[in-house]
């Protein structure tokens, strides 16, 4: 449930020492965890994701053998430098509508989304949503805990969390849907 063959990809890393720092997560997750739906969050989850929390920017790369970036493509991604993101939240999609998510919008350089750059940097189809995979749901929502789910993200929606400069992008490999057996294969720094 959830299991596949290894999948590599290559994702924007969102430390959680600075996320956790940030006073508007820390509201936010104050009002997730004193909501009618709190008893329904994974939260034994969040430890043992913290040290995997990412925005996929090119999914799916290889499976089993990690893709491997090419000396060019590196050159390019370290010409690009640093990006700067903001994280604002809360988003909940309808692909995998047991997750809440936060929404990682990147700075525009030259009129273009950075993350579309980095996209076409490595051949991929480029997309303007990127999200930060925070809380899984243990079970279906009643009418009740969904219209304060959606209260609640309607709320949420403009807010800022955090704004990260990225210094360095992770080729993570994957084999369950949660990234809990996820490992950073390789480092690819930017700047």
Not at 20 to 42: C, D, G, M, T, V
Not at 65 to 89: F, I, N, Q, W
Request: glycine residues 6%; hydrophobic residues 45%.
């Amino acid at each position: 449930m959830g299991r596949h063959e290894q999948i590599f990809s290559l994702v924007l890393p969102v430390p959680p020492d600075v996320l956790e720092k940030s006073a508007p997560y820390q509201e936010l997750e104050f009002e997730l965890r004193h909501s009618p739906f709190a008893n329904k969050i994974a939260w034994d989850l969040l430890p043992k994701r913290r040290e995997r929390l990412h925005a996929t920017i090119c999914g799916s790369l290889s499976k089993d053998v990690p893709y491997s970036v090419s000396d060019d493509a590196r050159a390019t991604l370290r010409k690009l430098g640093p990006l700067r993101v903001e994280l604002r939240g809360l988003f909940s999609g309808n692909i995998n509508i047991g997750r809440l998510y936060l929404r990682v919008y990147p700075e525009c350089r030259a009129g273009a989304n950075s993350l579309r750059q980095v996209q076409r940097i490595l051949g991929r189809p480029e997309t303007d949503l990127y999200l930060v995979g925070l809380f899984s749901f243990v079970d279906h929502l009643e009418a009740v805990e969904a219209a304060a789910l959606y209260d609640l993200i309607q709320r949420w929606w403009h807010r800022s969390i955090l704004t990260l400069d990225v210094t360095a992008l992770w080729l993570l490999g994957a084999s369950d849907d949660l990234v809990l057996d996820a490992r950073v294969e390789n480092v690819i720094p930017l700047g």
